[in-house]
């Protein structure tokens, strides 16, 4: 899993980090079970404050997205999200509109955004296989 | 004690004979926080830790540390403190190891094992005599004296200026991960520097200062959020005028514009798109975009010609 940060995004800086680490568990490229990297190191390597990973930790596991084992650090979770379905798709339908925006701006057509939507989950479903396989 | 402030500064003014070096300076870092003191070669930031420290004394105005008056209460807040300046000096005769062993007897705590994990981090050698360290070197030096100490407030002034980029990087790497990690709520930075661009993942919060004033202080993410670079392009050059409300037009030439928003990057959006561009973009600012755009004088109005 590598993590890279954009201060040019907007985005908080934790919420980066949580939103590229459910990114890297939705790809496959970090699995159930395999843990984080622990919180100084990882700061270390970002160069970022210690407090921010900590509080996208916190996030992340209030999320439901990694769990913390006392001693032992952090691990991915393995039951998938604890929310409700109609709750994550809430969640979801805010970014899909940045990007149904975005497209209009683009001026992409309705069937090419489908399309890519659909080459997208493809692709992601392919690097899931694969890292299965390896 | 913890319920006060790490810092607390209050229209602090400090002349220089008929020059203002500080002139009315308010800001106030929490604990735990990593604060970032930005401005300008000679734009007060030296003159302001001196006061914390008590090395100079306001003409008017009040500093606290951890609540405490430095002047009256010298001593507390220097247990309390460790500070690291831009130019360090040691004992000339004392080895690295003998300088380390010096410091460690004025402080109630010293964590030697930080201290010689730093030490090889570093590469120093203790045998070295402290004359013949470069630059660099006892700039590391100087942190491995502050860190060790475990103070609950660490001031940097100019720490990685005239440093070359790997000594930079292992600085940072060391305030993050040997000093905050120690207890990350009692430990608060406040570091002074121009170089922003590569504090800017550890800074929390910040104040910008210029002629001995506060121009502006805010949150990091925040100030990121707010401040937006908007870029757009169109299919021919733009006629009229564009009223853009307070942004300030960046650029423009033909067909394409950037503008900086502060705060009303929707409305500048809004309005551009209003125009139907063939591409939009927004772009945060990043701290060091910040400071020059908050020192920059306001150009004109975003009125198109």
Do not use: M, W
């Given at each position: 899993m590598r993590l890279q940060l954009n201060f040019k995004s907007g985005k908080p800086v934790y919420l980066q980090i949580v939103d590229q680490v459910r990114a890297a568990v939705a790809a496959g490229s970090i699995r159930a079970g395999e843990p984080l990297p622990s919180i100084r190191p990882l700061a270390e390597e970002l160069r970022?404050?210690?407090?921010?990973?900590?509080?996208?930790?916190?996030?992340?596991?209030?999320?439901?997205?990694?769990?913390?084992?006392?001693?032992?650090?952090?691990?991915?979770?393995?039951?998938?999200?604890?929310?409700?379905?109609?709750?994550?798709?809430?969640?979801?339908?805010?970014?899909?509109?940045?990007?149904v925006v975005q497209a209009h701006h683009l001026q992409v057509t309705r069937a090419e955004f489908l399309k890519l939507v659909e080459e997208r989950l493809d692709s992601f479903e392919e690097q899931r296989h694969r890292k299965v396989a390896t | 004690m913890t319920d006060h402030a790490a810092i607390h500064i209050d229209r602090l003014v400090?002349?220089?004979?008929?020059?203002?070096?500080?002139?009315?300076?308010?800001?106030?870092?929490?604990?735990?926080?990593?604060?970032?003191?930005?401005?300008?070669?000679?734009?007060?930031?030296?003159?302001?830790?001196?006061?914390?420290?008590?090395?100079?004394?306001?003409?008017?105005?009040t500093v606290r540390v951890f609540g405490l008056d430095p002047r009256k209460a010298e001593v507390a807040v220097k247990s309390r403190i460790a500070y690291v300046p831009d130019y360090v000096a040691f004992y000339p005769w004392m080895t690295v190891r003998q300088t380390l062993d010096y410091f460690a007897a004025f402080r109630a705590r010293w964590n030697r094992a930080t201290e010689s994990a730093l030490l090889d981090r570093f590469r120093?050698?203790?045998?070295?005599?402290?004359?013949?360290?470069?630059?660099?070197?006892?700039?590391?030096?100087?942190?491995?004296?502050?860190?060790?100490?475990?103070?609950?407030?660490?001031?940097?002034?100019?720490?990685?200026?005239?440093l070359d980029p790997i000594v930079r990087r292992e600085f940072i790497e060391a305030v993050?991960?040997?000093?905050?990690?120690?207890?990350?709520?009692?430990?608060?930075?406040?570091?002074?520097?121009?170089?922003?661009?590569?504090?800017?993942?550890?800074?929390?919060?910040?104040?910008?200062?210029?002629?001995?004033?506060?121009?502006?202080?805010?949150?990091?993410?925040?100030?990121?959020?707010?401040?937006?670079?908007?870029?757009?392009?169109?299919?021919?050059?733009?006629?009229g005028t564009l009223d853009l409300g307070a942004a300030r037009v960046l650029k423009q030439n033909g067909r394409e514009i950037e503008v900086l928003a502060e705060g009303d990057a929707e409305l500048v959006v809004e309005r551009l798109k209003a125009r139907s561009p063939e591409v939009v973009k927004t772009e945060s600012l990043t701290l060091e975009e910040i400071f020059v755009a908050a020192l920059q004088p306001a150009r004109g109005s975003a009125a198109l010609a």
């Open positions: 970022v404050n210690r407090n921010t990973v900590a509080k996208a930790y916190t996030e992340l596991e209030s999320q439901g997205v990694i769990e913390t084992a006392a001693g032992k650090g952090c691990f991915v979770r393995n039951t998938g999200t604890p929310l409700k379905k109609k709750a994550c798709l809430t969640l979801l339908a805010e970014e899909v509109d940045q990007a | 400090r002349r220089y004979g008929h020059t203002d070096a500080v002139n009315g300076l308010t800001l106030e870092v929490k604990p735990g926080r990593c604060y970032g003191f930005f401005g300008r070669n000679g734009a007060g930031k030296t003159t302001t830790i001196k006061c914390l420290l008590n090395l100079l004394r306001p003409t008017s105005g120093l050698d203790p045998r070295q005599n402290t004359t013949h360290l470069s630059k660099g070197q006892r700039t590391q030096l100087a942190l491995i004296t502050a860190i060790c100490a475990e103070p609950e407030l660490l001031v940097l002034d100019e720490p990685t200026a005239g993050i991960g040997a000093y905050q990690e120690g207890d990350p709520g009692r430990r608060t930075v406040f570091v002074s520097t121009h170089l922003i661009a590569e504090f800017e993942g550890l800074i929390d919060e910040f104040t910008i200062i210029e002629d001995g004033r506060a121009v502006l202080s805010s949150d990091a993410d925040r100030a990121r959020d707010r401040y937006q670079k908007v870029y757009a392009r169109f299919a021919a050059p733009l006629g």
